[in-house]
């Protein structure tokens, strides 16, 4: 017996099917909620997840999304943005939360209101300044020229 990954029903046989872009295998009945996969007998190469695809038209729009997080580098070149996770890493001072909170109450803003100069949620400010998240690129940007201060890690620690 083996186990629906989607219902979690006992069945005799499982059927590989792609929903919602993952391949899994899945009972006659699931099979319903995606499109059926062309099992290859690789299988044991093949990871839960898969983004791999043995259909064209699947094949077409991962290499559209594919070229999407490389920033496309054919066709645009002018556009230099990605969608690459590690873009989105920046060198944040070990007291990041403390400079926004200072900035913050030295230009006599409440949190709601800073949060909501910046478009963000009062919470999502919260964890900020409490360093429990780190804000993203753009936004360490948009609140450095809000505040006029540096979120950057100094060049010369440990120097």
């Known amino acids: 017996m083996a186990q629906c990954e989607l219902c979690g029903s006992e069945v005799e046989d499982l059927t590989k099917t ?8 899945v009972c006659s009945s699931c099979t319903s909620l995606g499109q059926t996969v062309d099992s290859e007998k690789d299988s044991d ?6 983004t791999s695809s043995s259909s064209n038209s699947s094949n077409s729009s991962q290499n559209k999304s594919t070229s ?7 066709s645009s070149s002018s556009n230099k943005k990605t969608n690459n996770p590690f873009d989105e890493v920046s060198n944040l001072a070990v007291d990041y939360g403390d400079k926004i909170q200072s900035g913050r109450s030295s230009e006599g803003m409440s949190r709601e209101e800073f949060a909501q100069e910046l478009g963000i949620k009062e919470s999502y400010l919260r964890n900020i300044e409490n360093q429990d998240t780190q804000p993203s ?3 360490q940007e948009k609140i450095e020229r809000t505040l006029d201060i540096d979120l950057s890690q100094s060049d010369d620690l440990g120097r």
């Open 68 to 74: 999407r997080n490389r920033g496309q580098s054919g």
């Open 137 to 139: 690129v753009d936004l």
């Open 45 to 50: 190469q093949d990871t839960k997840y898969s």
């Open 18 to 25: 792609k929903v919602s872009g993952a391949e899994l295998k």
